[in-house]
């Protein structure tokens, strides 16, 4: 393919990139299963089955208006209600890192975010941004407390009974991530030329990197981690937050629950020939049906979530039928159940935005740069939303500052100067989600490196010169000295999330002015995979 | 002032950690007075509103609901609020002296069994 014809369709992918918010402002009507949140495949393993699922007024009186509002066909006026505001609250988080740092040689994020893991995320990516090589890296990163609780048999997400126990409190190693990354690709060949720093020649190979090494590791602290639910400082700020609201929040479950009254009462004190009976009564409508569910339920053999959920829909159908010879006007209380709900998230979506407030995370890492010398790094990391809006994390702002440093002194000229300051950086990035449920979300960042020190290369014995020239490389291997300089990325991607699963894939594409070893513009693809198993471990299938 | 609310024999247990778990009906005696209110690890959570057979009932200023029991069938709503929808939380009753019985534990996630709110049936005895 024609060069100019590359560059076209690489400015096409980053126009379409910086556009799609436009797109993705209008939220199209969620259609999603009508009984997702009846949670039927762990619930038919339930020690309460059936009645975990029968018995809604007890057990999900939300989840069975929610299945009403569906059969009724009106779902989409209630877009904004408590179910998309939580799967937002899980899903929204845009501030977790999971693949490796932009000074690797496989990345999709320009600055490296301040969020720390809840138990083990792994990533895929490919594409380099300031190195020369690109490679594929895969990266694992793991939390010291979750990692511990889970490697000795406890509860990831521990529960105490009293409040007198303290062992399900987070410690400090809750806010202490690991990880390490390895290059997983086959060997990538690059053309380097620079200066020898041993008598200054000019040089130039054919270099063909390592592959499937060792690439990273490092440790991050969260000094500042008030967006974990469970940390004091977010607890501590939403009791504040609940002792000055408190009185709104009051009159919007009172509301609630005169709304849920309206529709619940009623089958539960009369019979199905419309006499009155003490609440609770067997001969009620709903315990009858509840009786006769159950029992319906119970002859699902075998009992799979298939089954099961064919006869649930069955014995719902049937009730909410009963339900309208009661209440003529049973749609209307249905929305008017549905509209309190909404008031009663728009009043607790306030403090659930307080997990959007500022994080810092300190990291240092050690970094094994394929054929270039070892370096240390060490970053802060400051993360920020700047606007609060519904639940959904309306924006984070990313800022990082760091150094590297060889872990020796090494050339830095060709007059036998050392030095071990290889660079500093400076990172900034804003991660939007572009639809009500942050399926997908958009990321713009810069990336700027100043090279104290000139890139070093070291020319492996028997390294080939490029083909066509006449260099000839010493024997037994030599370093390289590429050009100083300030190395300059910007990047836009677009990061696709299943929502509840964990998975997410981030794609992107970068411009450079340079790279780590050679000078001249670069744009590259970025691709990655990542799962984080926290998210599957808050669907409530722990252990 | 001792433990009003029975649950039935056979009922099942509270057992700490997720799903929520324990009775949801319960005994007491024509017209015993009985405190409930909510308790949690994070401290976060609290019952705000509550009514009985319909007709609300009031919160003290630590968001505790005291009701009478009326004879025959009694269907308590509740509605909470907290922190973390994940957190699994306790609706006690308050017997005096310090003592608080767990009836059942709960959580605010809208998946089955859990959401803002919930109801217990009291049989008058």
Known sequence: MQPNIVRIIQFACIALLLTVPLFGQSTAPIQTDPLARFDIPTNISSPDFPNVLTNFAVNGRQQFIDYMVDTMNTRAAFNATFRNLLQSVENGRVDEQAGASATSGGTASAAEKAGISGLLTAALESGAMTQTLDQNLFTVRGNAEGLFRFLSGQDVLPVCFNTTDTSCDPSPLNNLEFTASFDVSKSNTQTVSGQNPSGGATLAALLTSDKRQFSSASARFAIINSRDLRSKRYRDAWNTWFSQNHTALMQAGSDLLAAEDQIFLKMQSEDANGRAVTLGDSQSVYQVWLRNANSVLLGVIPRTAAGVRLALTQQLDLLIAQMRSLHPDLDDKVLAARSAYSRYYANTSGGFELGNQPMLTLQGSYQKPSLQPDLVNAKLVFAWSPKKKGTANPGTLTLNGGVSIYTRAQPKDANGNTSRWHDAQFAVQFDRPIDSKALSTLTIGGYFQYQISPGLVNIPAGAMSPPGTTITLPPNGAQLLSKSGTIAVVQASMTLQIPNSGIRVPIGISWSNRTELLTGNEIRGHIGFSFDSHSILLLGKEK | ?125
Do not use: Y
């Open chain 2, 1 to 125: 002032m001792g433990c009003k609310l029975t649950a039935p024999p056979g009922s099942p247990k509270p057992t700490p950690g997720p799903p929520p778990s324990g009775p949801n009906v319960f005994n007491a005696a024509k017209d015993a007075e009985i405190t409930v209110f909510a308790d949690s690890d994070s401290g976060t959570v609290h019952l705000i509103a509550a009514d009985l057979n319909g007709v609300k009932v009031s919160l003290d200023v630590n968001f505790r609901a005291t009701f009478k029991v009326s004879p025959g069938g009694n269907i308590l709503s509740m509605t909470f609020v907290g922190s973390d929808p994940d957190e699994i939380f306790r609706i006690e009753e308050d017997c005096g002296g310090g003592n608080s019985p767990i009836l059942r534990t709960w959580r605010l996630k809208p998946v089955v069994p859990g959401g803002p709110t919930t109801q217990i049936t009291i049989h008058a005895t």
